[in-house]
């Protein structure tokens, strides 16, 4: 009873509106610049703020800050929405992640720690083994000032050593040591410029004595070479980690034809591989390489081609000698095939699962019970196959899943486990037994279950977008909402890189609804969730219909009465400010609160920026006459017009951010607060500490999530 008052209490404060005061920001100096593309002039009237070493940048991006922090914490309700989030992390206190199954004896993972600042690696011996801590990540380099936290681990095959990954103030890069499981301490050697939680991760050797990675030579965000020229290297247990033994690279490769922004990234299946795999390139499908394991013996590595980016392929596997692939180079929605290893021909291979008109195959893995694969309709509805002595049959799941992840040990081991979810569910574990076709349920830690999300009422339906193409819009709500047009709606969009917004408890989610709004997903043409087709109908010069399908399921929640302009909240992120600014600079009438977390908002200038040349690959290049037109179509700074009464607006940025410079949201903010006709906030939010936040602190995050939900509530009015 305590717990439901405290939230009828949060209720009633929000209802009653903000005071907060109507001190403007700093506004930052105009100091305009003219580049010409081509036949079209643009100004840009905020370039200096790139400099992010520039004092007096600093000094405003402090000065953004400041005001940003005081007037949030002003908002009435602050402290019971935090006081709320609190005590949901308590009840998810056991909560693990980054399971990692190397035998049914053998399970590691993750928690965090109780002050939620660090985490701790764990290790049981099978599901029902007991406990035991291996290491906790604020007992790495505790002297310093810095916040190291585990980004990334992986045993070796014998259990005795673990690489463990370090990162530290959410720069994602790692330091990787080497950890003795036997005598709990770590070798001397630290092997720094890797990044292996996003790339290439760590692949042991067969006899234990060493693995490969990726080794990149310049990490600083600022400077030209930036994430440029890696090699996978191969690192022997006791060596020094500054003598480079490289596999594959630009430099001992040049017959590859290898660009500066491509990552030469070596994959290893298993502990007892006939080959290894070499893959070419980073955003979209790729070229790939192999060469037998023999090979890590020589000097210098013979790779042979065996597959091109024409050839689309999404995932393989080796098995036996065959490769199992997904691709959509037959269909857009994906089908499973099969070349063999010693014959090796993508362009007539054996299919092995047709691909299907309605939905997308998803993904698919192989034990000795046959091969798995999973699909989706829309992204948002999963189902899940098993094939065996090539008879397909469509297994029941333990109960209706918006996504399904699978995992195995390896293909020559029977187990299976599968994890769903869906949008008012955390992810739920099970194993999978092959004899009676049936799952039964394998936690290893409890799945925690809110209140607030009884009676919840989930519609998955498709709405017309401005060319007459249906687009997926999921809206979740609490049973017995009325249509009356008074509703809180927080809407959430993406649309980059062919990645699907699939079902997951999202905390945006639980905590709009537990306010009594209503949240929704605009499921926009640029992600997968309609397959390859779908996503390059929002990419490049077709990028357009990203926003305008968020644009149409706006008009849709407001023409069916969940809401009205002035009760709705939009939210995005990453590659996904794209589709939200531009949702806002071509219709800032529709919204009453826009929240943009580290966004892409000046693509004009992203090709310049952290990880700029592989982002060429998926909006495109200024140096191309169409594709500019592209990129400056898709640029919502360069679309913000003086004199029009914008909505309130909360921009993050992260200074360590090694993937949305800093500059981008800040340059908006700058230009956004100087055009606006109205007395709505545009706040900027610079976390000088921190990054695009895959590595924060749960501490970190919950802050985060305080300040987004509190300002979208604020914005969204009284009840």
């Known amino acids: ?88 992390d308590e009840m998810r206190s056991e909560s693990i992640f980054d399971l990692k199954v190397l035998s049914p004896e053998a399970y590691y993972y993750l928690r965090y720690s109780e002050n939620h600042e660090a985490n701790i690696l764990y290790f049981k011996a099978g599901v029902d083994g007991e406990e ?3 290491f906790n990540s604020e007992q790495y380099k505790s002297n310093s000032k810095e916040t190291y936290i585990i980004n990334y681990f992986q045993p070796s095959w014998n259990g ?36 292996p939680s996003e790339l290439g991760g760590v692949h042991w050797l067969p006899d ?85 394991i023999t090979e890590l013996t020589k000097e210098t590595v013979t790779w042979k081609p065996l ?72 992204g948002v509805q999963a189902h899940l196959y098993q094939r065996k002595n090539q008879q397909i049959e469509k297994l029941i799941l333990p109960s209706a899943a918006g996504s399904i992840s699978l995992s195995t040990i390896g293909t020559k081991f029977p187990q299976l486990w599968i994890e769903t979810q869906g949008w008012t569910s955390h992810q739920n574990r099970y194993r999978f037994h092959a004899q009676k076709k049936m799952f039964t349920k394998e936690n290893i830690s409890k799945v925690v279950s809110y209140p607030e999300l009884a009676d919840v009422v989930v519609k998955e339906i498709e709405i017309t977008s401005h060319d007459g193409v249906k687009v ?34 999202y905390p945006y989610l639980l905590y709009w609804l537990s306010e009594g709004g209503v949240y929704a997903v605009a499921h926009v043409r640029g992600g997968g969730e309609k397959g390859e087709q779908w996503h390059k109908a929002g990419y490049k010069t077709t990028k357009s219909n990203s926003w305008k399908d968020f644009i149409a399921c706006t008009e849709y929640l407001i023409d069916e009465g969940y809401t009205s302009p002035e009760r709705f909240a939009v939210w995005g992120g990453s590659a996904g400010g794209i589709t939200i600014g531009r949702a806002m600079t071509e219709r800032p009438d529709l919204y009453a609160a826009v929240v943009i977390r580290v966004g892409l908002l000046n693509t004009l200038r992203s090709e310049i920026a952290p990880n700029g040349q592989n982002n060429v690959k998926e909006f495109g290049t200024v140096k191309d006459s169409i594709e500019f037109e592209g990129l400056l179509a898709m640029d919502s700074y360069h679309h913000i017009e003086k004199d029009v009464p914008y909505p309130s607006v909360f921009l993050t940025s992260g200074i360590n951010d090694s993937r949305v410079a800093a500059w981008q949201p800040a340059k908006f903010a700058a230009r956004l607060q100087a055009a606006t ?41 009284n009840e």
């Open 677 to 717: 006709s109205s007395d709505n906030p545009i706040l900027l939010s610079v976390n000088f500490s921190e990054g695009h936040g895959f590595d924060r602190t749960q501490k970190s995050k919950r802050e985060e999530l305080v300040d987004i939900i509190s300002f979208a509530l604020w914005q969204t009015g």
């Open 307 to 378: 597959f091109q980016k024409k050839h689309k392929v999404e995932k393989f596997l080796p098995f036996n000698d065959s490769i199992y692939y997904t691709s959509a180079q037959e269909a857009s929605n994906f089908g499973v095939y099969a070349t063999s290893l010693t014959e090796v021909n993508f362009d007539a291979p054996i299919e092995i699962i047709p691909p299907s008109t309605d939905e997308i195959l998803k993904d698919f893995t192989i034990t000795t019970n046959g091969l798995f694969y999973t699909t989706a309709k829309n």
């Open 472 to 505: 997926p819009l999921s809206i979740i709500y609490k049973k017995g909402m009325v249509q009356h047009g008074n509703n809180r709606v927080l809407l959430n969009g993406y649309g980059c890189y062919n990645w699907i917004n699939a079902p997951m408890l």
């Open 1 to 88: 009873m305590k717990y439901i008052s405290a939230l009828y209490v949060v209720l009633f404060i929000w209802s009653t509106g903000c005071n907060t005061s109507k001190k403007k920001p700093f506004l930052a100096t105009e100091k305009p610049v003219t580049n010409t593309y081509f036949s079209t002039t643009v100004e840009d009237p905020y370039p200096y703020l790139e400099n992010l070493k520039d004092s007096a940048v600093l000094s405003w991006l402090v000065s953004q800050n400041t005001h940003t922090e005081n007037t949030l914490q002003q908002i009435p309700g602050r402290q019971q929405l935090i006081d709320k989030i609190r005590l949901h």
């Open 132 to 134: 035991q801590e291996i």
């Open 208 to 292: 234990n004595t060493g693995f490969t990675y990726l080794h990149i030579p310049d990490i600083d965000t600022t400077s030209p070479n930036y994430i440029l020229n890696s090699a996978t290297v191969l690192y022997r247990l006791g060596t020094n980690p500054k003598e480079l033994h490289i596999l594959f690279s630009r430099k001992t490769h040049p017959e590859l034809n290898l660009n500066p922004e491509d990552f030469p990234i070596v994959n290893i299946f298993g502990q007892h591989p006939n080959y290894m795999f070499g893959r070419v390139g980073g955003i979209g499908f790729k070229d790939y390489y192999y060469a037998p």
């Open 160 to 195: 005795q050593k673990i690489a463990i990954g370090f990162t530290k103030n959410d720069e994602e890069f790692s330091e990787i040591v080497i950890y003795d499981v036997l005598t709990k301490t770590f070798h001397k050697e630290i092997i720094d410029h890797s990044w």
